[in-house]
């Protein structure tokens, strides 16, 4: 059997994802049932596109619904440490070639937030930039080139 990687989670990221799923077992999946019933209401399933649209939209939700639980399933909950350093869960703010400042959350993708860009800890910057402190300068290979940036502080991600 397969090793299945812990997804790390902040206690903010793993209520977000109970309530969305509370809410697509719940109300979406009565929104949906309704939809369908509605579609087969008006004839023909070969050539009902509404019916379609819905059966489609159902599919969709249930792929999400299962996704949602797997990473339940397999996370570990932590607050994030102040370490000094670039860790899982820390906001680091750098600056880039151009002079830009930039924040990034090091941290998967379920954890996105509004206001903060992602890098995640697989990803060729979250990689470069885990360890780091201020001061650091990282440098990191992606499709686009090679990138460095000069870390200018780091905070624990408080969300």
Partial sequence: ???IAK???TPAAQQKLRDELEHLTTEGRAVIEKRIS???DHGDLRENAEYDTAKNDQGLMEARI???KGILDNSEIAEVVDT???EVGSVATVI???GDELEFLVAP???KVAGLLLASPSSPLGGALLG???GDKVSYEAPGGNFTYEVKAIRPYEG
């Fill in 96 to 98: 880039d070639d151009d």
């Fill in 7 to 9: 997804t790390w989670l």
């Fill in 132 to 134: 780091a402190k201020p």
């Fill in 109 to 111: 993708q379920e954890n």
């Fill in 38 to 40: 509605d579609a087969r």
């Fill in 66 to 68: 299962r996704q949602i």
């Fill in 84 to 86: 000094g350093r670039v």
């Fill in 1 to 3: 059997m397969t090793d």
